[in-house]
């Protein structure tokens, strides 16, 4: 069994104030002491050293390397997971500009995409902006009504369409149950709708949820895969390719937030599964950097707990084997 007091010892403010922050009964000097510190975390600085004056944050490994919008919307996912949102000037900023690059339909729309409509260049911002408490923006309704009218009949959302035909799907972005949604697509659009007080629980949610969890894969080596990223241990890839892996953590954030529990077999499979990754000491160890791990143990620990006081069930597809890439018949 973990120990709160263990996790007290990492040298990050920020999370010994979240940790602090969420216990029953904290020691009220000590967090205030903690909240003012944490506004100094090398973490923090790291990344608002990034910014631009218009609010936009620079293209780079650290943030996304493909579009300011992309890099602006993913630092402040990385600033929201550190525990700030948009009372702070420099975030407001970043929403401010985000804002300004909506499309008059609530959509964004990068330069260079040779795609029609392509879902993740909405969910990207959406997420951001959601992420550091401005779900409720009345700017942003339309941006939410945007995104789910673009949501498949089986719940997915598609890579995209090119000339009205859907986009090509790699092997490692396909999901069970459906033909042409996208893992990367459904997970960055639940990501930011699991982020909206109401709709986290509407029918159209828990049916994109329903079709993710579809995918049965628990990958050891990627679990906290985007936590390293808000830490600035692993750099940020890609645009269709950002959640190239299948991050268990980051499923495990979703199904925290929606509150589906563990009658479900496959959240309870995740559960008996993550719980065998902790070592003696309780700890959940990031294999690539111990920088890592206390703030993913701290995260896992966090999301069961929730997990097991949740009433949400969901599992109505049915269960088969899956594969991405399928093995090719060869004819001699």
Not at 5 to 28: A, H
Not at 283 to 289: A, N, Q, R, T, V
Not at 303 to 321: N, Q, T
Request: glycine share 6%.
């Amino acid at each position: 069994m973990m120990k709160p007091s263990l996790l007290l010892t990492d040298p990050s403010p920020c999370l010994r104030y979240k940790i602090l922050s969420n216990m029953s009964d904290p020691d009220k000097d000590e967090l205030n002491e903690l909240d003012l510190e944490r506004k100094n975390d090398p973490i923090l600085k790291s990344i608002l050293d990034l910014q631009n004056s218009d609010g936009s944050f620079r293209i780079s490994d650290r943030t996304a390397p493909t579009s300011i919008i992309q890099s602006t919307s993913i630092a402040l996912t990385m600033i929201a997971y550190l525990g700030f949102d948009y009372k702070m000037d420099e975030v407001q900023k970043a929403v401010n500009y985000l804002m300004a690059k909506q499309q008059t339909d609530g959509s964004w729309s990068y330069e260079g995409e040779e795609y029609d409509m392509v879902p993740l260049q909405t969910a990207f911002p959406l997420w951001g902006i959601s992420s550091v408490g401005k779900s409720l923006d009345p700017q942003l309704k339309k941006s939410y009504d945007w995104l789910l009218s673009k949501q498949l009949a089986d719940g997915a959302w598609p890579v995209g369409t090119v000339y009205g035909n859907f986009g090509y799907i790699a092997g490692y972005r396909k999901l069970p149950n459906s033909k042409n949604g996208c893992r990367v697509n459904t997970t960055c659009a639940l990501l930011a709708l699991t982020n909206h007080p109401k709709l986290k629980k509407d029918p159209r949610v828990l049916k994109a949820a329903d079709v993710l969890l579809g995918r049965r894969t628990i990958e050891r080596h990627s679990m906290g895969i985007n936590i390293a990223r808000c830490l600035g241990v692993e750099k940020s890839s890609g645009f269709f390719s950002y959640f190239a892996a299948h991050d268990i953590a980051l499923v495990l954030s979703i199904i925290a937030k929606i509150g589906i529990n563990g009658e479900d077999p496959r959240v309870n499979e995740i559960e008996k599964t993550v719980r065998g990754f902790q070592n003696k000491f309780g700890l959940i160890e990031y294999e690539k950097s111990p920088i890592v791990t206390h703030w993913l143990t701290y995260d896992i620990n966090n999301y069961l707990s929730i997990i097991d006081s949740s009433s949400v069930f969901i599992h109505k597809i049915p269960d088969f084997a899956f594969k991405g890439y399928q093995k090719n018949n060869k004819f001699i």
